[in-house]
């Protein structure tokens, strides 16, 4: 039996409608706009596709956008300097700095710099911290993106073995926290599972996938989940986004794994799309949080 194509465009709408009228009865009551500052650093092609991207999403759902573009050669001084600026500027609600930034400039610097109540990427060793403590202020973009997929698409998690395939600081890790917490913790059905992370140095990595009712792709290697690796009936969520001499593919072999899955994520079209507008949600609580705490 063929998999079920999760529709992850067709999800983010459906949040994005709700998300527009929370940030219109917000906007309504308080008489203020929520407001994101992204900070762009270089040319990256693909960067500036996803800032766009995210800016075009604010208009839509009622968020302010202030875009700060900033030459490659930018001194982490200098971007300490905006992020300063920023933190202060009351109608900046959110600040997001896009990744990867150019080398040379010390990430960690700089994201440890947004104030913890800003920090809508929830990067900041403020919020991860409590967000593996199950009291989160906001929740990661892709992760929770992903939560929302399985949560919206009745996959439920409890009970079940996910396996999450990479250990990065942006998807790996903070996935597979939210998987094995409490469901009330994030709002969804989508916990409450018992979590395995494999990595680079793992070295009996497809036993282990056969074992999963989730998969969790997010290891940045183009097609490396096939249909061996993978339990018939299990659903699989593909995080990568490779860009190949094909064109733009995932982190798992798509037609293969397809054949096998109960459900899977397409790539285009599949966790991307919620990665920008749980953003938007999370500038939406950031705002709420700064009127109540004001
Ligand atoms: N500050 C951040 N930097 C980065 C993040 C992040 O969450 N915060 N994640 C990624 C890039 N990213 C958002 O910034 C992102 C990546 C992909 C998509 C998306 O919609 N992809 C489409 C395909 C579009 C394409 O690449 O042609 C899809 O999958 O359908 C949205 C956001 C790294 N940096």
Redesign the pocket.
């Known amino acids: 039996m063929a998999a079920t194509i999760l529709d992850?465009?067709a999800i983010a709408k459906q949040i994005e409608l709700e998300i527009t009228e929370r940030v219109a009865a917000f906007t309504a009551k308080s008489g203020s706009q929520p407001g994101l500052a992204a900070v762009l650093v270089g040319e990256d092609p693909?960067?500036q596709?996803?800032?766009r991207?995210?800016q075009r999403a604010c208009e839509r759902v009622g968020i302010a956008s202030f875009m700060h573009r900033l030459p490659a050669n930018t001194t982490a001084e200098g971007l300490l300097k905006l992020v300063a600026q920023l933190n202060a500027d009351a109608q900046v609600s959110g600040i997001?700095?896009?990744?990867?930034l150019p080398g040379g400039i010390d990430q960690t610097l700089i994201l440890d710099a947004i104030d913890p109540s800003k920090d809508v990427?929830c990067?900041h060793p403020h919020n991860v911290g409590l967000v593996s403590q199950g009291r989160p202020r906001f929740l990661p973009?892709?992760p929770h993106g992903v939560m929302q997929i399985l949560h919206r698409s009745g996959i439920a998690a409890a009970g079940k073995h996910a396996v999450v395939i990479g250990r990065s600081e942006?998807v790996g890790k903070p996935m597979a926290m939210m998987l094995m917490q409490k469901d009330s913790t994030c709002g969804s059905s989508a916990a409450n599972a018992t979590v395995t992370v494999c990595h680079s140095r793992t070295p009996n990595m497809p036993e282990i996938c056969r074992t999963a009712d989730i998969v969790i792709a997010a290891i940045g290697k183009p097609r490396f989940v096939t249909a061996d690796m993978v339990k018939p009936g299990a659903a699989v969520i593909d995080v990568g986004?490779n860009?190949t001499e094909d064109g733009?593919c995932g982190d798992v072999d798509f037609d293969s794994v397809k054949q096998v899955a109960s459900a899977i994520t397409p790539?285009?079209?599949?966790?991307?799309?919620l990665?920008?507008v749980m953003?938007m949600e999370n500038t939406l609580r950031a705002a709420e949080w700064q009127a109540g705490n004001d």
């Open positions: 992850g465009k693909a960067s596709v996803y800032v991207n995210k997001l700095v896009q990744l990867p990427d990067f973009c892709t942006i986004i860009r733009l790539v285009p079209g599949g966790v991307g799309p990665t920008i953003l």
